[in-house]
């Protein structure tokens, strides 16, 4: 999937390429999922696109990308979103994803 269909803002994109690099480094590291929101900001506009906390904001509340690597922020701090906060989806009978999926194959095995 491309950038260019998330966003035809460059200031967009470029905060998705920054965030994902971010999470990336911090997965593969073990830093921290937090950064400060004014170096978030320079490091987009280092890209060579105007970006401001406005257009962050803008971002968030539009772009459905930016909203699943950003998990929370504010105007001093951005919260990363990391692979340990994907979702888990549950069956009606309790029984996780996974363990479904493993169940059906058994069940098919043993026919």
């Known amino acids: 999937m491309r950038l260019r269909e998330f966003s035809e803002d460059p200031g967009v ?3 998705i390429t920054v965030l994902n690099h971010l999470i990336n480094r911090n997965d593969e590291e073990g830093g921290s999922s937090t950064i400060n929101t004014g170096s978030l900001i ?5 890209t060579g696109s105007m970006f401001s906390y406005d257009a962050l904001v803008a971002a968030y509340e539009t772009n459905p990308a930016v909203k699943n690597l950003i998990s929370n922020f504010s105007k001093d701090e951005v919260t990363l979103s990391g692979e340990d906060e994907t979702d888990i989806s549950v069956h009606s009978d309790g029984e996780e994803s996974g363990d479904a999926v493993s169940g059906m194959a058994s069940r098919a095995v043993d026919i």
């Open 13 to 15: 994109i470029n905060l």
């Open 42 to 46: 320079n490091m987009v506009s280092n």
